[in-house]
């Protein structure tokens, strides 16, 4: 898939995308019945230290397009496609899937973090918490706290 397929759309988790989708198409009568199976790699902001992360992809999703008297591409699961409708664009379809298949936490393996990012976020979470600790404003709350 072209790396561009992804800039044109306000996708802000997913920054490049090197993707293969295979389409497995069975058509009837009444239906189409599309299985998608997507693999490859995107390039997303890794959630603890901030860098690029390439993020493995593999997954299948199944749509079913059924023939209706108004097209209706509102669900992801299952389409409504007028008699009219001679092709069908598939793209937003990845999108998401695309997006489903994206972990919650987007991070680097343990250890291939940015290490001099980390190391500042430590440092920086370390003094946030002494300040706390030796504010003598918070000392006589608990104070207070204690006594009541
Ligand atoms: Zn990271």
Same mark, same amino acid.
């Given at each position: ?5 992804? @800039? *044109?759309?306000? +996708? %802000?988790?997913?920054?490049?995308? !090197? &993707?293969?989708?295979?389409? #497995?198409?069975?058509? $009837? ?21 901030? @860098? *690029?992360?390439? +993020? %493995?992809?593999?997954?299948?999703? !199944? &749509?079913?397009?059924?023939? #209706?008297?108004?097209? $209706? ?25 695309? +997006? ?49």
């Amino acid at each position: 898939m072209e790396p561009s397929f992804f @800039d *044109d759309e306000m +996708l %802000d988790d997913i920054q490049e995308a !090197n &993707l293969k989708v295979n389409l #497995a198409l069975h058509k $009837n009568e009444r239906m189409l019945n599309l299985d998608f199976h997507l693999f490859g790699k995107a390039k997303c902001v890794c959630d603890r230290c901030g @860098d *690029d992360v390439w +993020l %493995d992809i593999d997954s299948n999703h !199944n &749509l079913i397009a059924r023939f #209706a008297q108004e097209t $209706n591409m509102t669900d992801d699961e299952v389409i409504f496609l007028s008699p009219a409708e001679y092709q069908l664009d598939i793209r937003q379809f990845i999108f998401e899937y695309t +997006l489903l298949s994206l972990p919650v936490k987007k991070v680097h393996p343990k250890g291939e973090c940015n290490d001099q990012v980390l190391e500042y976020l430590t440092q920086k979470s370390d003094d946030e918490i002494e300040t706390t600790e030796t504010d003598p404003r918070w000392e006589a709350l608990g104070k207070l706290n204690k006594n009541a």
